[in-house]
């Protein structure tokens, strides 16, 4: 299967000019197009929010996606580069027209995809180091990390604790926790857990959900 890849980051860009150099390329070499894909959406998106995630999880070997430029997956080189070692391991192909890039089976490929995997992994590596030395420096301040302390026993640190004087009400009256949920538009869990552990003294009338 052969994909056409278009991605616009606003309405006011025009997808004519993109799938125009995509057919152009297609009858040059002979290539049929057998699927579109056009999104308007940044490019800084994660490729798994957009079409293109969905277009990388259903390629198989062979096929061919072909897009205007690189800059149309991704934004970022870190991005390209997960990208096109997804397509290098399910050995599909990736083609571009402006800057002729070509990732199939050849040396080059195989020595880019290397390059690749191993940028990803330093990088990898560089965030959970950076993460653990922010952590490190923010206990030498004195600084607490995770949730606040007394978060489970107290009931001001919840965000329904503001909602208390109704719950308590709503669940002496007989109200299901279900119709509580619609009225204060929180989830279930939520409710379920704020009972559980600073209702106890009503809990006993409640509803199930």
């Not at 050849?106 to 995997?117: E, H, N, P, Y």
Request: proline fraction near 1%; charged fraction near 30%.
């Amino acid at each position: 299967m052969t994909y056409g890849y278009i991605r616009v980051s606003s309405d006011k860009q025009t997808v004519e000019n993109q799938r125009f150099e995509i057919q152009r390329f297609c009858e040059q070499h002979n290539l049929q197009i057998d699927g579109w894909i056009e999104e308007t959406i940044s490019g800084t998106k994660s490729y798994n929010k957009r079409q293109l995630g969905r277009l990388l999880r259903k390629t198989q070997k062979g096929d061919i996606i072909i897009c205007s430029e690189l800059s149309r997956l991704g934004r970022n080189l870190y991005m390209i580069m997960e990208i096109l070692s997804i397509c290098m391991s399910k050995e599909c192909f990736v083609w571009t027209i402006k800057d002729g890039y070509r990732l199939g089976d050849d040396i080059q490929s195989k020595v880019l995809a290397f390059a690749f995997g191993l940028s990803a992994e330093i990088e990898r590596n560089l965030i959970s180091q950076r993460t653990k030395e922010a952590l490190a420096r923010l206990r030498a301040e004195g600084k607490h990390i995770g949730r606040p302390k007394g978060s489970k026993t107290n009931p001001t640190l919840f965000r329904l604790y503001k909602h208390d004087a109704y719950i308590r009400r709503a669940l002496e009256k007989g109200t299901s926790q279900a119709q509580i949920v619609r009225r204060l538009h929180t989830n279930r869990s939520t409710l379920y857990r704020y009972i559980q552990r600073f209702c106890y003294d009503v809990r006993s009338s409640t509803q199930p959900i």
